[in-house]
């Protein structure tokens, strides 16, 4: 008898710890939003290959910041790797204050994201945003954005519509990251003048002599931050996927690392990333500390067999 119910007792703590790791059967495909970003390429591709090796099956949904906020409140998009701030500060109080979407984790710091311009132009006396207007003739009026909706795009036609700094009749360019940078690609070979959106990190800096203007830190911020959100109560539907993205942090040197490979065509974005982990094993084993692969077994050996 005592056999009987030591084996019976066995089977339950057996069943009782299995169950621990079992998420809810949705958790297994993880949904993340992206803007279309060089960083955020990264960041998902880093958060993408570890999901993957975990067992989980990681889903991309290309959409614009507005559409990825929406997403996440209403449950569309899982996790969004990509919260800039102060740039998305007013999303952030719609969204985030207000406690419809909920914030993992600070993933970066020390962030730059204003207006920018090549060192030519900068050492031609455009420190500022004070100085655009100086010599808007030679900049044609013009502020080169990227995609329509972007916060950052709002907070400049904002500033032009307030007239900040003499702004009022100068008109914002919008389009995506590329075209942007083919734009700025295009001046800069001529050394013509041209004032864009810049941010770090990003392998622009590292493409382009350039400078960050000063003076924007009231649309901008003096510096800032990306957070990792998702939406309200996935962490605590899928608490092994919480895990790994509440452990998921970033540094600038990482993500220029990989850009920089994928800008100079030295590798595709999946092979960089998996170049960087390879070369990296203590990072993985920091971001997979506490997790578990899908089916609860050791997580960092599933994806040391994935590299």
């Known amino acids: 008898m005592h056999t009987l119910r030591r084996a019976l007792l066995g089977g339950l703590l057996l069943a009782a710890s299995s169950y621990t790791f079992?998420?809810?059967?949705s958790c297994a495909t993880v949904k993340l939003g992206d803007p279309g970003w060089s960083?955020?390429?990264?960041?998902?591709?880093?958060?993408s290959f570890l999901l993957d090796g975990l067992g989980y099956k990681a889903q991309i949904q290309t959409l614009a910041v507005p559409i990825i906020f929406a997403g996440l409140?209403?449950?569309?998009?899982?996790?969004?790797l990509g919260n800039w701030m102060p740039a998305q500060q007013s999303n952030y109080d719609k969204f985030v204050t207000s406690g419809e979407v909920e914030q993992l984790v600070e993933n970066l710091s020390g962030t730059e994201y204003t207006l920018a311009v090549p060192t030519y132009v900068y050492e031609a006396g455009v420190k500022t945003f004070a100085d655009l207007n100086k010599q808007a003739d030679k900049f044609n009026r013009k502020i080169y954005g990227i995609g329509s909706g972007a916060p950052a795009n709002v907070s400049i036609q904002q500033m032009m519509d307030a007239d900040e700094f003499g702004l009022k009749s100068w008109s914002l360019v919008e389009s995506s990251e590329q075209a942007m940078l083919v734009q700025v690609g295009r001046a800069v070979k001529r050394e013509q003048f041209v004032v864009f959106l810049g941010w770090t990190p990003h392998p622009m800096n590292v493409q382009y002599d350039m400078r960050y203007l000063k003076g924007g830190e009231k649309y901008f911020g003096a510096s800032g931050s990306v957070n990792t959100l998702a939406r309200k109560g996935y962490a605590a539907q899928c608490p092994n996927v919480g895990k790994l993205l509440s452990n998921l942090t970033f540094t600038q040197e990482m993500e220029?690392?990989?850009m920089n490979q994928v800008l100079s065509k030295q590798a595709s974005n999946d092979e960089a990333i998996k170049a960087w982990l390879q070369a990296n094993p203590a990072m993985i084993a920091e971001w997979l500390k506490g997790v578990s692969s899908l089916t609860g077994?050791?997580?960092?050996?599933a994806v040391n067999a994935k590299l």
């Not at 960083?39 to 958060?47: E, K, L, M, P, S």
Request: no cysteine; charged share 20%.
């Open 22 to 25: 079992a998420e809810d059967a």
């Open 39 to 47: 960083d955020i390429a990264v960041t998902n591709g880093i958060a």
């Open 73 to 80: 409140q209403k449950g569309q998009v899982d996790v969004f």
């Open 256 to 258: 220029n690392a990989i």
């Open 297 to 301: 077994g050791d997580g960092l050996a």
